[in-house]
């Protein structure tokens, strides 16, 4: 069984930092895209930001030049450095992990973490 588990949430004033850590833990193969996406109150959920195994990445407008994402592929880790951040950067965020190979379990598969809280105040 493959769980993600994300942590660094919390509140920071406009303007600040934060930073998001997600593992996936289990007896994990290989993964191949990872991704963070958020979702504000009333709102849909928003891709955020992807990193595949080779470290392409890719961003959504609205974080290019503020967040930067990372992982460490020997510890199925990915992490979101969020910086300049904004008020309507608050949301629940969200670890996703696309195409993963675990032990113990048949084919690829997809996994989300349960969600951290991010807020902004102005």
């Known amino acids: 069984q493959v769980q993600l588990v994300e942590s660094g949430g919390g509140l920071a004033q406009a303007g600040g930092s934060l930073r998001l850590s997600c593992a996936a833990s289990g007896i994990i193969l290989s993964i191949n895209t990872m991704a963070w996406y958020r979702q504000a109150p009333g709102k849909q959920r928003e891709l955020v930001a992807t990193i595949t195994s080779l470290g392409t990445t890719n961003y959504a407008d609205s974080v290019k030049g503020r967040f930067t994402i990372s992982r460490d592929n020997a510890k199925n880790t990915v992490a979101l450095q969020m910086n300049s951040l904004k008020p309507e950067d608050t949301a629940v965020y969200y670890c996703?992990?696309?195409?993963?190979?675990?032990?113990?379990?048949?084919?690829?598969?997809?996994?989300w973490g349960q969600g951290t809280q991010v807020t902004v105040s102005s």
């Open positions: 996703y992990s696309d195409r993963v190979r675990a032990g113990g379990v048949v084919g690829d598969r997809e996994y």
